[in-house]
C-alpha cells in the first residue's frame, strides 16, 4: 500500500493528468476579525457543504476530458453554488496544493478564495438557489475553528467527522494557506480524542 | 452505568423536569414525493444544522427555568433559524418523545413538524439571516435519506458523523414517526461499516 495522496508540483500536472481523470475544489472564506462567540475567536467563514453521499466537502467537482482545470471549477462552483463568477474572481492564483490520489487514479486540485463578509453571506444565500441543491448538495455550513473550553467541542469535534476524498487534507492546507490557523494548532486538535458527547 | 437515554411519558414529566433542566429541538421536514437523483428516491428534505461545537443537531435549545417547554422551542427555533412562527403553527400535537438523560440530568423533548417543500426552502433562506447565525449555528442542510449504490453513500455514512446529545436517537425516531424510513432500512443502515473513503 502506497500513500493515499502524493503532493504534485505544477511542472508535472501533465504527466498525472495523462492517468487518470482530474477532480477542482475551492474553499471560499472571509476573515471575521474581532469575532467572538462564548469567549471564542470566530477567526473567519470558511464554507463547506453537506454532500449528497452524506460526507463533507468543497464545492466543486469533476474536470471533463479537455476542459481547463479552472474552468471546470468555476462550471462545478456555478453548478453547485450558483457561484458569481462574473462579480467574484477565481483565478490560478489562487491554486493552494493539488494530490495524487494512486488507487483512484485522481488528480485533485485545490483552491483557496478569500472574499469579504458581505460576499460569504452573498454566497450563502445563493447557494440556496443552485441548480444542484437539494441533490449533490444538502447545504453549505462555516466550519467551527476553535476550541471550546473543554478542549474539545469545535474544531476538534468537527475534524472527526467524515470527508470525502482529500477534502479533510484540503481544509488542512486551505487553513494554513490563509494563515488562519498555525500547524501546531491543528496538530493539537488532531490529538484530542473526542469520546464523551456534549449535551 | 445506566441507559445513556430513558424515553419518558407525557405524565412522567414534571417527575423529571424537577431534578435537572429541560431542552425542546424539532426536525422541519418537507416530503419530496417522485424527486429522484442518480437513481435514489430524495424521499423528503429533512432539516439539520452544524452547531457551534462541531456536532451534528436539531434547532432548538434550552428551555428557560419557568417557561413553557414549547414556547421556550419557539423561542429558541426563532433565535436560531429565523423561524417564522407566525406563519409556521408547531404544537402540542407536533410532540414525538421525550428522553431523560440521567447523567446530564437533562430531560429532552422533541417534535416534528411538517411543512410544504415551499417552505422548506423559505425556511433554508431565512436560517441565514437568524441572529445566531454564524455563531450558535454554523449552517443547516438536508439529510440524505437514501442508500447509493456501493450500499454505504448517502443515509449509513451519514450516520456516521457525530450527533449532539440525543439528536441521532431524535433522528431515528423523527424518520420512523414521518413514515419516510422503516425500522428495518435504519437497522440495514445502521449495520453498515463504511470505512472505504470515496472519491
Known amino acids: 500500500m502506497g500513500p493515499e495522496y502524493v503532493e504534485v508540483k505544477k511542472e508535472d500536472f501533465h504527466k498525472y493528468a495523462d492517468r487518470g481523470i482530474q477532480a477542482g475544489h475551492c474553499m471560499l472564506y472571509a476573515r471575521l476579525p474581532g469575532h467572538e462567540f462564548e469567549g471564542c475567536d470566530l477567526r473567519a467563514a470558511v464554507l463547506m457543504q453537506m454532500r449528497f453521499d452524506g460526507h463533507l466537502g468543497f464545492p466543486g467537482g469533476i474536470i471533463e476530458p479537455g476542459e481547463e482545470v479552472l474552468l471546470g471549477l468555476i462550471r462545478e462552483m456555478v453548478e453547485e453554488i450558483n457561484f458569481d463568477s462574473d462579480k467574484i474572481m477565481l483565478s490560478e492564483h489562487n491554486h493552494v496544493v493539488t494530490h495524487w490520489n494512486p488507487k483512484g487514479k485522481i488528480l485533485l486540485h485545490f483552491y483557496a478564495l478569500e472574499v469579504t463578509e458581505e460576499q460569504i453571506r452573498t454566497i450563502e ?26 478542549g474539545c467541542r469545535g474544531f476538534p469535534t468537527f475534524i472527526k467527522h467524515s470527508f470525502v476524498g482529500s477534502a479533510y487534507a484540503q481544509l488542512r492546507r486551505g487553513l494554513l494557506h490563509a494563515g488562519i490557523m498555525s500547524e501546531d494548532e491543528i496538530k493539537a486538535a488532531e490529538a484530542v480524542s473526542c469520546t464523551g458527547k456534549s449535551l
Open 125 to 150: 444565500h445563493r447557494a440556496l438557489d443552485s441548480i444542484d441543491f437539494g441533490e449533490e448538495v444538502m447545504g453549505m455550513f462555516r466550519v467551527p475553528l476553535y476550541t471550546m473550553s473543554d
